[in-house]
């Protein structure tokens, strides 16, 4: 527990600056830019992650899964999993230019689009699951602080009106490569030089699995962003603006559940009958459950101010998706305290099944709600698939261990709801 804890503390160093640089950037950019030429940032970079993902669907989960297993080599791994990259991310890289053309997209956001993608062709070189299986996770957190950092730098520097829109995917891509060099220079170091030797079985092996993760993956990044898609084809850039921004502070606030799963991921990777293997993943549903649960109650009253606050006056209409947004956030933290023991115990199977559930939901109610409701109707959307993802991942969890935290999860949703219409009665009261 204490080498948990120790890699808790790194990590949540870490992907807090990290991924408050990335915060503040946000915020200076949705300032500077302003909320229609946000709102077409905000829509690329929606449209760019899907093509992330086919460039690197889930090489990483299983890199860092079998890094920490031991089964194959460092050195082994590295190889077939670069030689995986390349071919994925070259792949990506030309249907991306492919559909630039073939949807219909006004010039600025073409543009921006085929520049983004150049950051595809770096995949090949994230070599960040090494350090992950290794548990080394202090190099993996400087790394991404290096990264977020020198793109707030850059960003300050160059962009100071709505034209410099058209920098950011080259500064994206010159703080990515800056913050990689170190982590080939620790490589080298500690494995000497670059082996892209590979087997076939290896690969074979890698391939498999993370085609499994990557359509998983594909699944979630439906019922993570594509609202925002939606709502840039149906409805218009203004309104994506508003719902990226209320999006980016859900963003901030999942950090911590993230930083919590790769705390343990590598010790939930290890044999189930092993001694003491209950008493962690205890404490991991546990954590996740007391740190995740408040947080829509407690967001529920603070939404108005920390849109106006962060973004300025002109982004007012966010709070109320943020609001339902913020429980949304609450549900991720469960949902992930159940579901992603699976793909540590190798049941990539049954996290599909969980994933593909909340994608299909996600899909089915944003078409249905987003072209009457808009940014509200996106929130909502995005609720009722968490909501979908909980009833399956609780039920797939269940079948794979004995263990049982109902009592546990009813008590601290009951605190929460209690302190929740506390605060609502003492607020209508002083109203009075």
Excluded at 35 to 56: E, I, M, R
Excluded at 82 to 110: G, H, K, P, Q, T
Excluded at 129 to 134: E, H, N, S
Excluded at 227 to 250: Q, T
């Amino acid at each position: 527990m204490t080498r948990i804890l120790s890699h808790f503390i790194t990590l949540s160093l870490g992907e807090a600056s990290s991924k408050l640089f990335g915060f503040f950037s946000t915020i200076y950019l949705a300032r500077i830019l302003g909320t229609d030429s946000f709102g077409q940032y905000a829509f690329v970079l929606a449209l760019y992650s899907y093509f992330a993902l086919l460039a690197n669907p889930g090489f990483d989960t299983v890199g860092t899964r079998e890094v920490a297993k031991g089964k194959y080599s460092v050195e082994e791994l590295f190889g077939s999993i670069f030689a995986l990259r390349v071919l994925f991310s070259i792949a990506s890289f030309v249907l991306l230019l492919v559909c630039s053309f073939f949807f219909y997209f006004d010039n600025a956001i073409r543009t921006l689009l085929i520049t983004q993608g150049l950051n595809l062709l770096l995949t090949p070189l994230f070599i960040q699951f090494i350090f992950r299986g290794l548990t080394e996770m202090k190099y993996v957190s400087l790394s991404r602080i290096l990264q977020s950092g020198l793109f707030l730098l850059f960003v300050a520097i160059f962009v100071h009106k709505a034209g410099d829109i058209f920098y950011l995917p080259v500064l994206l891509l010159c703080s990515t490569v800056a913050s990689l060099v170190p982590l080939f220079i620790l490589y080298r170091n500690r494995f000497g030089s670059f082996s892209f030797s590979t087997s076939v079985v290896s690969r074979r092996y890698v391939l498999h699995i993370s085609i499994m993760v990557g359509v998983s993956s594909f699944m979630i990044l439906i019922y993570y962003n594509l609202d925002s898609v939606i709502l840039g084809f149906l409805r218009s850039s203004y309104e994506v603006g508003l719902y990226a921004a209320a999006y980016k502070i859900v963003l901030l606030l999942t950090t911590a559940p993230s930083v919590i799963l790769a705390s343990f991921f590598p010790f939930l990777s290890k044999d189930r009958k092993g001694k003491g293997y209950g008493v962690i993943l205890r404490k991991y549903l546990t954590v996740m459950f007391v740190t995740g649960v408040p947080v829509g109650f407690i967001g529920y009253f603070a939404a108005d101010w920390m849109v106006e606050f962060l973004f300025g006056s002109s982004f007012r209409l966010s709070s109320t998706p943020l609001r339902i947004l913020l429980f949304n956030v609450s549900l991720v933290f469960v949902n992930m305290a159940f579901a992603n023991p699976l793909l540590a115990w190798g049941e990539e199977k049954a996290y599909l099944k969980i994933v593909a559930g909340g994608a299909v939901t996600n899909l089915f109610f944003n078409v249905l709600l987003i072209p009457h409701y808009g940014i509200v109707g996106a929130a909502i959307a995005t609720l009722l698939s968490e909501g979908t993802v909980f009833i399956i991942a609780r039920r797939e969890f269940y079948k794979r261990t004995e263990l049982r935290f109902d009592k546990l999860l009813a008590r601290i949703v009951f605190l929460a709801a209690l302190s929740f219409c506390c605060c609502n009665l003492v607020i209508y009261f002083v109203k009075v």
